[in-house]
């Protein structure tokens, strides 16, 4: 284990101490803070009660399915805005310009749309990733290096053949980049809306036992979340040094 996990690990575990130690002695209000020894009790009980299990699921399936399809679209869009200069300098700003947007506004949009339920989350979702795979994917292609090309057309290589055999593996960093953000956006809007509308995975279980006021559940919830979120950006960063191990 490297020195800067175990530091990581040892700076989590003296926060939760010092939290134990200020709710336990009276020094927060037990009403408001929650002792993480309590939190991790209460995880128990969630699975049990409150279906965890299943929750986790949902929340993973809706996530998988709209980072799927962003990578999809994104990798064909990205690619079009790298071999169209004019379709580049018309949409690419405004494609940029989504990642710094607050999308969560377009949230009584999609309700509309979509209604309150599955295909909201996963649409909010979708757009989130699809931003991050599209510019990953253009600026991967856009920095492919002028030489790999020149050896492609002295080997007078089809179009389809430069991109399948050159362009696109000399891209896979870029692009594996892409997808693992595209992960990552999608699990949290997928919890940030399941949360607002109550319903779906973790968090419409977070919605609820909020409204609920079982405060150390919805903190339980809450760390659960967050630990999952950990492994799975572990999970997705291990997955892209399997497959691009350069």
């Given amino acids: 284990m490297r020195v800067s996990t175990i530091l990581g ?3 989590v575990a003296a926060a939760a101490a010092l939290l134990e130690l200020l709710v336990a002695s009276g020094v927060l209000p037990a009403y408001i803070f929650v002792r993480p020894s309590a939190m991790l009790f209460s ?3 969630l699975f049990r009660e409150e279906a965890l299990l299943e929750r986790l699921l949902v929340t993973l399936g ?3 399915l709209s980072a799927a399809m962003a990578v999809v679209s994104g990798v064909s869009l990205g690619w079009a805005l790298y071999r169209c200069r004019l379709l580049d300098e018309v949409f690419g700003t405004w494609i940029a310009a989504l990642a710094a947007a607050p999308l969560i506004l377009l949230y009584p949009l999609f309700l509309v749309v979509f209604g309150r339920g599955e295909p909201t989350i996963i649409a909010m979702a ?3 990733s699809l931003v991050a ?3 990953k994917t253009r600026d991967g292609l856009a920095g492919v290096r002028s030489v790999l090309r020149a050896v492609g057309a002295s080997f007078r290589v089809t179009p389809a053949q430069l991109f399948w055999r050159i362009e696109l593996p000399a891209a896979a960093p870029a692009i594996f980049t892409g997808i693992r953000l595209a992960l990552i956006f999608a699990l949290i809007n997928v919890i940030g809306i399941e949360f607002m509308i109550n319903d779906g995975g973790i968090g419409g279980l977070i919605a609820d036992l909020a409204d609920r006021y079982e405060v ?3 903190y339980a919830a809450i760390l659960f979340v967050v630990l999952a979120s950990v492994a799975f950006f572990w999970a997705t960063e291990r997955a892209e040094r399997w497959f691009n191990p350069a």
Avoid: K
Wanted: without cysteine; hydrophobic residues 60%.
């Fill in 126 to 128: 979708y757009v989130a």
């Fill in 43 to 45: 995880i128990v009980g």
């Fill in 216 to 218: 150390p559940s919805m």
């Fill in 133 to 135: 795979m599209t510019l």
């Fill in 62 to 64: 809706a996530t998988l």
């Fill in 9 to 11: 690990l040892a700076t």
